[in-house]
């Protein structure tokens, strides 16, 4: 084939056009199917990407996250590792149920439509799964496990029902953890929460708070900082006292939590939070009318409003005082807003000389204001600025002149020698709430018996099946629509065999995902949740890959899972994820991709365009993993033509019949040492996840083989078709289709080191470098008199400093320089640098 004809070959070359080709080939032979065979020697890796929600086709960023963990998955294959990489759907929940409601379809139908839907894309998109591992949490046969789990908790203590405030969403009509609430508003619909009094279904993660802040240092260095970061802010320990205050005309004591009880001394004033329990209880009656009228207007308040520092602040005095337990003064107690009723018991004592809210309120109602720590700043009631920081005590009886941290001790002494209060920790970590008010979920398995309580449904009735409920109404209203289903709702009573009700709330859907990683390990084992000897096989995850916006929710529910299942001796460790990778957005000009702002991108249609191969590689190559991607700065086009050139170079050496038996070394030495240097770089940037270096890298190696071949050695030399079979195996990671390809092409008789008989690159081994060409043979050296360059030498990378001095000074461009001068000095930085400095 003539230079002509390579250049018309590489113009008609075409990724879309084999792609059919390759899914057929690949669904044949399985590369990718994981042994659990005890006896396989390989060492084994199990790599997890993070599975998605069926509520439509692959997106943008699927397409990032999955050519990330992709490339990560087809590289360990390579490396000759015994690699899990399994694939499911994350298919209960919220984006599903209002999906298929929008579309007037079942959900059970509309999403397993979607799950199809995706699996087709997913093997379009050429990812490395075990398919024989595919699981969807919405199967009976997973959510059984979920059910079980739950029971398990409740034996435990670790699954209770109370009442109390909880987030409402209007609009999707169902209860949200905490976590699920981003700045005020539902993180599924972007709906404003309100606060209603309901009771609900709690997992004690707070038991677990200490566990997971300590384990949490394990992860370092493993996992994201920022994403560590954010757990332990979320969970928010704070050390402090628990500090008990008698109110006129209750016998009880109410006790707060403070950080700072070395300001005791300077509590003016008591708060509750109005919507709290307490507040209304306290309440004189002579207050009562003003109360439940405030008491209205705050309920329309979000958290986020509540605790703004910028809002004024309001509040009821409710007629009674509480007794300040250090010094015995009256204080009074107010109702306010600034207080929410679940942190703590709902209630703070007030120091406003020293907390900025303390001090709004305090001066918008005139109450009083005493200093008790002693800075530089002016008086807080004359400038209406509080004053948080470290100093002296003072007006606090014998507290006066100690330290911050003296006083805190001391005053939790007293404290605890009178019986008034103790040392105490906080956290600003909730129970989780996982109950729902949808269709779309598990069965809470309870059963309600008016004579026997809350009844567990016995195992041998596992799994408690969704009911069909095919035309009834699911659209939400507030109560789930299970209420309605009267044959399933109405039971008998497992214990007295009386009439019962079924538990009518589902699971909240990230129960599902917070133990999915340890059913991938025997997702057809129906005797428990997973095999054990399967999990202490695979688990923990070595790699998990998936996106920063589960930081709080998933990670930290998956840990949390993790450590009860230890607790239980279901497993033997108590993290799930040794290694975490966060991926960025894929973003379009400057923002996220949206319909309303007309800067949406299909995939599909992407795809259609420029191919899969070209795709994944503009995704990898576009920037690190954990970096946004703009769509509107890459250029997919460029990343055609690129593989345009790789697929040319492999056509190339197939047709000049290079590699009959000749070895490698007999080739071209120079093209060798940048191919092992590419290896060796290539190699240590995937390791290190800087996927978008290693694709710079295999382009400097696709532009030197071509130079070999145009102007060097040509095509036939052994040398370049080592080049061509490492390019393909290495591209592999990016570009499936088109290393299989070049891979298939270069595999003529006598294709060089490659072993005979391998139906796919994935069946390959990563290529190795040859320490030997690693070594750089000479250094350029710059030789400088009086910082101008005058002369430079190749020398020894090895070389001494008096060796380099020497060789400097002896070269004929510095001898004409120095021609009538005088050496003052000479700088040798060996070996890439001669200054001489002359006068």
């Keep these: 084939m003539t230079a002509v004809e390579n250049a018309d070959e590489a113009q008609r070359y075409d990724p879309r056009d084999i792609q059919d080709k390759w899914q057929a080939r690949w669904a044949e032979i399985e590369p990718f199917r994981a042994s659990d065979d005890p006896a396989d020697p390989r060492e084994r890796f199990y790599m997890v990407d993070m599975f998605p929600y069926p509520s439509g086709d692959l997106h943008m960023g699927h397409a990032e996250a999955y050519a990330v963990g ?46 199809e839907t995706q699996a087709a894309s997913f093997r379009r998109y050429a990812t490395s799964f075990d398919w024989s591992r595919r699981l969807q ?43 699920q609430v981003i700045a005020g508003r539902c993180e599924r619909c972007g709906t404003e929460v309100v606060r209603r009094v309901l009771t609900q279904w709690y997992f004690k993660i707070t038991e677990y708070a200490d566990r997971l802040l300590a384990d949490a240092a394990d992860l370092e260095g493993h996992w994201p900082d920022r994403v560590l970061t954010m757990q332990r802010n979320w969970i928010g320990r704070s050390t402090g006292a628990a500090v008990d205050f008698a109110i006129e005309g209750r016998d009880e004591r109410v006790t707060v939590f403070t950080t700072r009880p070395d300001t005791l001394f300077g509590a ?32 329309k308040l979000t958290d986020i409003e509540r605790q703004s520092t910028d809002r004024e602040k309001t509040g009821v005095f409710l007629g009674v005082h509480a007794v300040n337990p250090v010094n015995g003064e009256r204080i009074p107690v107010w109702a306010a807003d600034y207080v929410l009723p679940d942190y ?49 005590l003072v007006n606090s009886g014998p507290l006066d002149g100690l330290s911050k941290a003296d006083a805190i001790a001391r005053i939790i002494e007293i404290l605890a020698g009178n019986g008034l209060g103790e040392a105490a920790v906080n956290y600003r970590l909730r129970d989780w709430l996982v109950s729902r008010q949808r269709f779309w979920g598990t069965p809470i398995p309870i059963i309600h018996c008016p004579s026997c309580g809350e009844v567990p449904v016995p195992e041998d009735q596992l799994p408690v099946v969704l009911p069909d409920l095919r035309g009834a109404d699911l659209q939400p209203h507030g109560v789930s629509p299970l209420a309605a289903a009267a044959d399933w709702v109405n039971v008998d009573c497992p214990k007295c065999g009386g009439a019962a009700l079924r538990d009518t709330d589902t699971m909240d859907t990230f129960v599902d995902s917070s133990w999915y990683q340890f059913r991938y390990c025997s997702p057809r084992y129906a005797e428990g949740p997973f095999r054990v000897a399967d999990t202490e096989r695979w688990a923990p995850v070595d790699l998990y890959v ?110 000049a019949g290079s590699g009959a038996g000749a ?13 092992h240097r590419v290896i060796d770089e290539v190699t240590r940037q995937v390791e290190d996840y800087h996927l978008n270096v290693a694709v710079a890298r295999l382009m400097e190696l696709v532009s030197a083989t071509r130079k070999a071949i145009d102007s060097g050695p040509g095509a036939a030399d052994p040398a ?30 006598g294709a060089g080191a490659r072993p005979a008989g391998i139906p796919s690159v994935a069946r390959t081994a990563w290529p190795a470098a040859d320490p030997a060409l690693l070594v750089q043979e000479t250094v350029t050296c710059v030789v400088q008199v009086n910082g101008k360059v005058r002369d430079r030498l190749e020398v020894s990378p090895e070389i001494t400093e008096d060796e380099l001095r020497d060789l400097a000074l002896a070269t004929q461009g510095v001898a004409r320089s120095l021609a009538g001068l005088e050496v003052q000095r000479v700088i040798v930085r060996p070996p890439k640098l001669v200054n001489i400095v002359a006068r």
């Excluded at 007309?598 to 503009?618: K, M």
């Excluded at 070895?663 to 191919?675: Q, V, Y």
């Excluded at 290495?730 to 570009?735: E, H, K, N, R």
């Design 344 to 392: 703590g018991t709902g209630a703070i004592m007030a120091v406003p000389a020293h907390d900025q809210r303390d001090l709004d309120f305090d001066r918008k109602f005139g109450l009083p204001v005493r200093v008790v720590v002693a800075t530089d700043a002016p008086d807080p009631a004359a400038t209406g600025m509080a004053t948080p920081g470290d100093g002296v």
């Design 720 to 749: 370049v078709r080592e080049a061509a079979e490492a390019l393909a195996v290495m591209l592999s990671l990016f570009a499936p289709y088109t290393a299989e390809e070049c891979w298939e092409a270069l595999g003529g008789p």
């Design 268 to 299: 003016t004033f008591f708060v509750v939070a109005a919507d709290s329990a307490l507040a209304s209880e306290l309440c004189a009656d002579g207050q009562r009318p003003d109360f439940e009228a405030y008491v209205e207007q705050v309920r």
């Design 546 to 655: 998936g996106g920063v916006e589960h930081a709080i929710l998933h990670l930290l529910y998956a840990r949390f899972f993790t450590k009860v299942l230890q607790d239980m001796g279901l497993l033997s460790f108590g993290e799930p994820f040794t290694r975490l990778i966060n991926q960025g957005q894929v973003i379009n000009r400057g923002k996220a991709m949206s319909k309303s702002l007309g800067n949406g991108v299909d995939l599909g249609e992407q795809i259609a365009l420029y191919g899969v191969d070209a795709i994944r590689l503009t995704m990898v190559f576009a920037s690190p993993p954990q970096d946004d991607i703009d769509w509107a700065d890459v250029n997919p086009d460029a990343m055609v033509k690129f593989l345009g050139r790789v697929h040319r170079i492999a056509s190339d050496v197939t047709a």
């Design 137 to 179: 949490t919405c199967d009976p046969e997973y959510y059984h496990w979920n059910q079980w789990l739950f029971l398990r908790f409740f034996e435990r203590g670790l699954a209770y029902r109370k009442g109390g405030y909880v987030n409402w969403c209007p609009k999707d009509q169902t209860v949200l953890a905490n976590e």
């Design 663 to 675: 070895p490698a070394e007999d080739g071209d030495r120079e093209l060798r040492r940048i191919t």
């Design 70 to 115: 992709d490339a990560m998955a087809r590289y360990w294959f390579l490396r000759g590792k015994n690699v899990l990489h399994p694939i499911g759907w994350d298919a209960f929940g919220l984006p599903a149920e209002n999906a298929a409601i929008r579309n007037n379809t079942h959900p059970v139908d509309w999403t397993y439509k979607n799950i």
